[in-house]
């Protein structure tokens, strides 16, 4: 059985099959998924999607970098108010991206920052989006140095040499998906060496498909595809990579 860590199940790409892409999710071994919010847009989607699977779908609630624009304030004061509403799995995804913009970098730290504290005071892990901010990122990292948290490296293609520095600085999950099963993935060389006890799987459906249905929409089934690859890369059977992924889920997010 597998836990889809990363799962935009609520997204408008699957309203028109919905029941669908959830028995197919099913009988590809998918027990159970986490649904990362992204801003206030979403919110109230992602719940309706917990409310009608639970025990199955787990929500969180954070704020995105790309999400962080003029209105990152209220933004932000959306998160702190409604935390508390209800059992929340995680505070994300939240994180930084220089890729799409790089005009709100200051607010997207601050955000960050925030959102981190606010988690390790809950006691909540985070979901991490970085995308062309690792410098940044590990700036963040040393200012919050003595702030004790946990939580997963979304979409995680880092080389081994930047997840062993990671690992000094929190108790930190790393979330592999599709971008594993593309040719010459880097991230298939580092999971060669890294610990089966610090990986999750994830699809970020609709996003990054993997082999073979690259460029069509992604989905929880998908999940699978991911799981096998990494058991063909560490030479594991995949119920093993499976059992352990699993477990590793189940504790970060406390399922
Ligand atoms: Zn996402």
Redesign the pocket.
Same mark, same amino acid.
């Given at each position: 059985m597998l836990i889809d860590t +990363?799962c +935009?199940l609520y997204d408008e790409a699957f309203r028109s099959d919905f029941e669908e892409v959830l028995s197919r999710a099913r009988d590809a071994g998918m027990e159970a998924c986490i649904l990362?919010g992204i801003d206030r847009s979403c919110h109230d989607d992602l719940l309706a999607v917990a409310d009608a699977l639970p025990g199955f779908a787990f929500p969180c609630i954070g704020l995105h970098p790309t999400s962080v624009g003029e209105d990152w304030q209220e933004e932000l004061d959306f998160v702190r108010n409604h935390v508390n509403d209800r059992k929340f799995h995680a505070i994300g995804?939240i994180g930084l991206d220089e890729y799409w913009s790089k005009d709100f970098v200051e607010q997207q730290i601050r955000v960050l920052e925030e959102q981190i504290a606010l988690a390790a005071s809950l006691d909540l892990p985070v979901i991490i +989006?970085l995308r062309e901010a690792t410098g940044d990122f590990f700036r963040v990292l040393e200012d919050l140095r003595g702030v004790a948290f946990r939580g997963v490296m +979304?979409a995680w293609s880092g080389s081994y040499e930047t997840y062993r520095r990671l690992l000094g600085y929190a108790d930190f999950k790393f979330g592999i998906g599709g971008v594993v099963t593309y040719k010459n993935a880097g991230v298939a060389v580092a999971l060669e060496k890294m610990s089966l006890d610090d990986v999750v799987v994830e699809t970020?459906c609709p996003w990054l498909t993997p082999v073979p249905f690259r460029g069509r929409r992604n989905e929880p089934a998908y999940v699978r595809l991911v799981a096998e690859k990494i058991a063909q890369i560490k030479g594991l059977p995949l119920a093993e990579v499976a059992a352990a992924t699993t477990a590793n889920a189940r504790r970060l997010f406390q399922l």
């Amino acid at each position: 059985m597998l836990i889809d860590t +990363h799962c +935009h199940l609520y997204d408008e790409a699957f309203r028109s099959d919905f029941e669908e892409v959830l028995s197919r999710a099913r009988d590809a071994g998918m027990e159970a998924c986490i649904l990362p919010g992204i801003d206030r847009s979403c919110h109230d989607d992602l719940l309706a999607v917990a409310d009608a699977l639970p025990g199955f779908a787990f929500p969180c609630i954070g704020l995105h970098p790309t999400s962080v624009g003029e209105d990152w304030q209220e933004e932000l004061d959306f998160v702190r108010n409604h935390v508390n509403d209800r059992k929340f799995h995680a505070i994300g995804e939240i994180g930084l991206d220089e890729y799409w913009s790089k005009d709100f970098v200051e607010q997207q730290i601050r955000v960050l920052e925030e959102q981190i504290a606010l988690a390790a005071s809950l006691d909540l892990p985070v979901i991490i +989006h970085l995308r062309e901010a690792t410098g940044d990122f590990f700036r963040v990292l040393e200012d919050l140095r003595g702030v004790a948290f946990r939580g997963v490296m +979304h979409a995680w293609s880092g080389s081994y040499e930047t997840y062993r520095r990671l690992l000094g600085y929190a108790d930190f999950k790393f979330g592999i998906g599709g971008v594993v099963t593309y040719k010459n993935a880097g991230v298939a060389v580092a999971l060669e060496k890294m610990s089966l006890d610090d990986v999750v799987v994830e699809t970020d459906c609709p996003w990054l498909t993997p082999v073979p249905f690259r460029g069509r929409r992604n989905e929880p089934a998908y999940v699978r595809l991911v799981a096998e690859k990494i058991a063909q890369i560490k030479g594991l059977p995949l119920a093993e990579v499976a059992a352990a992924t699993t477990a590793n889920a189940r504790r970060l997010f406390q399922l």
